[in-house]
């Protein structure tokens, strides 16, 4: 059984920073390629950055790239979203997933991933 819970979301002006935390629980969490998605009511949860089971590799999507970091600290079984130069745009639930098909790449589709967390409110001001 694999269990997420993120943290770290709240609300910050437009320019500011966030850092976002995933804790995940699991005895093969070293394997589990992880992603953020992020979802505004009304419209279709979106993929915003991944990072492989290794560490190694990281994808994000075209709106976040050069402003969104994403990395993870295996001991502390927790990944990690930095937000920079945050817009208002990126207001919304953010999301953190698992991946256990221990694949070497970063998938982008929802339905990849079979294990989410609750999900943690941004909100960007202006």
């Known amino acids: 059984q694999v269990q997420l819970v993120e943290s770290g979301g709240g609300l910050v002006q437009a320019g500011g920073s966030l850092r976002l935390s995933c804790a995940v629980s699991?005895?093969?969490?070293?394997?589990?390629?992880i992603g953020w998605f992020r979802q505004n009511p009304g419209k279709e949860r979106e993929f915003v950055a991944g990072i492989s089971w290794s560490g190694v590799g990281t994808t994000y999507a075209d709106s976040v790239r050069g402003r969104f970091t994403m990395s993870r600290d295996d001991a502390k079984r927790t990944v990690y979203l930095q937000m920079t130069s945050l817009k208002l745009e990126d207001t919304a639930v953010y999301y953190c997933?698992?991946?256990?098909?221990?694949?070497?790449?970063?998938?982008?589709?929802?339905?990849?991933?079979?294990?989410w967390g609750q999900g943690t409110q941004v909100t960007v001001s202006s």
């Open positions: 997933a698992a991946d256990r098909t221990y694949r070497t790449t970063v998938a982008v589709a929802m339905s990849e991933y079979d294990a």
């Open positions: 699991g005895r093969t969490f070293s394997r589990y390629a």
